[in-house]
């Protein structure tokens, strides 16, 4: 039994937990073709709004994005 209340916080070099959350929040409604396609600007947001994400905007880089974004499409093809 975990509880959410001792997970460790979530940075932007976590792209892996990141693309887990995002998983985990929209689960199937993304597909490889579809997170490809997300505006940087959304996909930012999201990530912001990840529980125990303690990142802040201003730390945030394409770089990251991209990162993310690719952990992304392969955290959903693993649960395909």
């Not at 997970?7 to 199937?28: N, Q, S």
């Amino acid at each position: 039994m975990t509880s959410k209340i001792f997970e460790l916080p979530i940075h932007w070099a976590d792209h892996e937990d990141i693309a887990m959350g995002l998983y985990e929040k929209f689960g199937d409604d993304f597909d490889e073709s579809k997170i490809y396609r997300i505006r940087f600007t959304d996909l930012l947001e999201w990530i912001l709004s990840l529980p125990n994400f303690a990142g802040t905007r201003e730390e945030s880089s394409e770089g990251h994005l991209e990162q993310i974004q690719s952990a992304w499409v392969y955290e959903w093809r693993d649960n395909q």
